[in-house]
């Protein structure tokens, strides 16, 4: 049932001319009173009473006056960016990461702890000593934590609803952190907060809606649509990883047979290499590896770079797979832009050529022309970058996730 609007109270509206001037400041770089007045149209009084409330807060500072339009030269203003520190995490690897960032998306220190493995109480315990480990590095009050985790998330409540590489379901994470480190956090899917990290930090700003998918242990999509996060009403949107795309194919970790992730995945593309190590003694990929258990993503990598066939037959029929899942949400959703992240992606141009084709295959050929395929230039902190947006959008107002 929709809800019914209700007028803003006081408290409301100063809240929201607080985040709109800060917002603006903080696109903007320097800029005076006057000309924040003029662009968000409050009276010039409200600019000033909003303005001298953040700088008492240590958010904004002045930093020297503008070119004179021939009265006084106006006061610039600017958001100072070691004012609050934030903790951004990516639980969605085979090690568990995280920075230290400030309000420009700057990464001051990072700390990375691997997994081996550990799954349940283990892994939560990993988590904890990260943060700990974080939060003694944090020189500035710190704003907030954002997490990005594996999984079907409740972002609202902060709830790992099911994470099964971490054996955690119904985790009440948010609550767990909170009540141990005493500040806001904020836990969502770390391929939501990807996309938060490309639209907040990244290039091409200019257009509201994003779809980005990351294609690692797991394949999963973020959705920004008009400036804003989507999450489905079940919290599920982006979910491609466990779409069947081949009839009665292999057993996935969900259950189900034949899905994305078990054709299109870092493991996938490893499992495929390791059976042609063992079934042919003399191939180039058996000879980059002690042995074929040893096989890893960059050992295919190095096999396709050097022209092996067997490995960029696999590399390539991999990315067929994501560009027919890519052509339904190009049809779906019929956004122009669609970016491609995660560890799968460091096969490059001929591997994103795949993609395309079969994307143009699989659509109306006007969607297809239209959609712009790229892939992120964010690298491997692309979900400490996003979970530190989450802290950012939800405590400063500077990038407006919402479910729905």
Not at 350 to 378: C, F, K, N, T, Y
Request: glycine letters at 10%; proline letters at 3%; aromatic letters at 4%.
């Amino acid at each position: 049932m929709r809800s019914t609007p209700q007028k803003a109270t006081r408290e409301q509206t100063r809240l929201y001319n607080s985040r709109l001037v800060l917002k603006l400041i903080y696109d903007h770089g320097q800029i005076s009173r006057a000309e924040v007045a003029r662009l968000t149209h409050l009276t010039r009084t409200t600019v000033s009473e909003v303005v001298e409330a953040l700088i008492r807060d240590g958010l904004v500072e002045e930093v020297g006056v503008g070119p004179s339009a021939g009265g006084k030269p106006p006061i610039l203003l600017n958001v100072k960016d070691d004012a609050r520190h934030l903790i951004g995490v990516d639980l969605a690897s085979g090690e568990f990461r995280g920075g230290v960032v400030n309000l420009r998306g700057e990464i001051l220190h990072r700390i990375a702890l691997p997994l081996h493995s550990q799954d349940g109480d283990r892994a939560l315990a990993l988590v904890y000593r990260l943060m700990d480990e974080l939060r003694a590095l944090v020189t500035s009050p710190l704003l907030g934590i954002g997490i990005g985790t594996p999984g079907l998330m409740d972002p609202l409540n902060g709830v790992v609803r099911r994470a099964v590489n971490l054996d955690w379901q119904d985790l009440p994470l948010r609550d767990l952190l909170q009540a141990r480190y005493g500040v806001p956090v904020y836990v969502a899917n770390d391929c939501q907060v990807a996309a938060m990290a490309e639209y907040l930090f990244g290039k091409n700003k200019e257009e509201d809606n994003l779809v980005l998918v990351k294609i690692g242990q797991g394949i999963g999509a973020g959705i920004v649509l008009h400036g804003r996060l989507f999450y489905g009403d079940t919290f599920g949107a982006g979910e491609i990883g466990h779409i069947a795309v081949v009839e009665n194919g292999e057993r996935c970790r969900c259950g189900n047979r034949g899905c994305l992730e078990t054709v299109a995945s870092e493991s996938a593309i490893i499992r495929r290499a390791r059976a042609v190590a063992y079934a042919d003694q003399g191939s180039l990929l058996r000879r980059l590896a002690p042995t074929p258990d040893e096989i890893t993503l960059q050992t295919v990598c190095q096999a396709v770079e050097a022209g092996d066939e067997a490995a960029r037959h696999i590399v390539l029929e991999a990315g067929r797979y994501i560009g027919f899942a890519l052509a339904q949400i190009a049809s779906v959703l019929s956004v122009r832009r669609i970016l491609l992240a995660g560890s799968v992606t460091c096969f490059g141009q001929a591997w994103l050529d795949v993609v395309r084709e079969e994307i143009a295959r699989r659509s109306l050929s006007l969607i297809a022309r239209d959609v712009e395929i790229g892939m992120s230039h964010m690298g491997e902190d692309i979900v400490i970058l996003g979970a530190s947006a989450l802290v950012l959008a939800s405590e400063l107002g500077l990038f407006t996730p919402i479910a729905g």
